[in-house]
């Protein structure tokens, strides 16, 4: 799987070019759109939905959040894609277990991998690990899904074609997500916690952008950096993660 998602996401870019060849190449870009739409289909984590139903009460969007947001090659989903009214389009993942090394929760390699993938498609990640999440969660249970929101504190996320819809679109079809009820309660420090994460991610992404354009000012007058070298701006997205831990 990691070696189809490789092929595939370097196959454009020619990253894989002389090492697979071109029958490789399409044979490990369908082997993982395979897998693509089978995890898509599955059911969300509770991890996702919390993070999603704290998503919807974000101050600054310029839309509903979009959970399994489809990246514009089709390669990659997102948990829950959100853009800002600035313009800043982000990648929450809500990162389980399964992204973090044991026993110095570390990010794994995969996820280290598909970061940067996320990163090469113009989005702003946006990290949010499961412990750091848990603890912000006060009286509101990990597994717990029939905690009732209370005003002023929770938000509630439903899974969808049950009770109430969750707001944004909501693409997962498969048979595991259909008429399973999920309702999701989220503390308000969860909320403030995600609300902290996207903020601190869109000031870097402006930060970063605002170096490129430095640079590239510098480039374009002496053709070459302060430090000597030549300027070139990469114009990558910041990752934005908790420190020391950044999965389901």
Do not use: K
């Amino acid at each position: 799987q990691v070696t189809a998602a490789a092929a595939a996401a370097a196959g454009s870019t020619g990253g894989s070019s002389g090492c697979l060849s071109e029958q490789q190449l399409h044979a490990c870009h369908e082997a993982w759109l395979q897998q693509l739409s089978a995890n898509r289909a599955a059911a969300a984590s509770l991890l996702q939905r919390s993070v999603f139903a704290a998503a919807q009460q974000l101050q600054g969007l310029s839309a509903a959040p979009v959970m399994e947001h489809l990246t514009d090659d089709g390669l990659f989903s997102i948990d829950c894609y959100v853009e800002t009214t600035a313009g800043v389009r982000l990648a929450i993942e809500a990162d389980g277990p399964s992204h973090f090394r044991l026993p110095d929760r570390r990010p794994t390699g995969t996820t280290l991998y598909r970061d940067r993938a996320i990163a090469l498609r113009g989005l702003v990640l946006v990290s949010v690990p499961y412990m750091e999440w848990h603890q912000h969660a006060d009286g509101v249970a990990a597994g717990d899904s029939e905690v009732a929101a209370r005003p002023g504190r929770t938000a509630a996320a439903t899974e969808p074609g049950v009770g109430a819809p969750v707001q944004g679109e909501v693409r997962r079809t498969g048979s595991a997500a259909a008429g399973r009820q999920a309702a999701v309660a989220v503390s308000l420090r969860q909320q403030q916690y995600l609300q902290r994460l996207v903020d601190a991610a869109v000031a870097a992404a402006a930060g970063t952008a605002a170096a490129a354009r430095d640079a590239n000012d510098s480039a374009s007058s002496t053709g070459v950096g302060r430090d000597g070298t030549v300027a070139v701006a990469s114009g990558l997205p910041v990752v934005a993660a908790v420190p020391a831990s950044a999965g389901e």
